[in-house]
């Protein structure tokens, strides 16, 4: 398994929620993880809100100190690289994915040694409900940031509404853009509360962010 986990996706996307239950599932295998919080296209979902959960399981969250929070973004950029470049820790970065997040990618490209790079998906939003949206979606991030995807995901949800109907919904788009692609669907995401086993594997979460997107 990499040693480094990177989790871009649009708004809505649940990439935020993946990232923290990614970083739970890390500290189960590794002695020392942290997540870094580096989405700065969206505001209401920050991983640094949940930073009691996240401490609470021995997790590092890496943010720039209070007073420089809404600092230029290479300030949050040289901590996150430190972290990267670090052999002791397994990292999980949570980046924001339009044309102005995925901009710290491209800062941190030199340090993305032995890391994945996921695209979450979660096909009940908007612009990433057909297959040439995300096929799109993709090479856009990957022109602008010139580092490459390397795996999908597939978060297709309606929060509290999810049936196992919608979810495999999802695969079957994502089936269809992995091809188009010929990047692989790493997994499918599945709150806990759910029994499903569908095309690829599955992966549980706990969900943690709780609005009326339900999603981030």
Known sequence: ???????????????TELAINYAIRLKKESQKVAIADVDIVSPYFRIRDFQQILHSHGIVVITAPEKLMNADLPIVTASVAGYLDNPEYRVVLDIGGDERGIVVLGYLKEH??????????????????????????????????????????????????TSPE???????????????????????????????????????????????????
């Open 166 to 216: 919608i979810i495999n919904e999802g695969e079957v788009i994502l089936q269809q853009v992995s091809e188009i692609l010929e990047k692989p669907v790493a997994f499918t995401v599945v709150a806990d509360s759910i029994d499903y086993d569908g095309k690829f594997n599955v992966v549980h979460i706990e969900r943690f962010v709780k609005s009326k997107e339900e999603s981030s």
């Open 112 to 161: 993305l040694v032995d890391t994945n790079v996921y695209l979450v998906v979660n096909t009940k939003r908007p612009f990433s409900q057909r297959v040439e949206q995300i096929v799109q979606i993709a090479k856009a991030l990957e022109n602008r940031s010139g580092v490459k995807i390397d795996f999908l995901v597939n978060n297709t949800n309606l929060g509290s509404q």
């Open 1 to 15: 398994m990499a040693k480094n986990h990177v989790f871009v996706g649009l708004y809505g996307s649940g990439k």
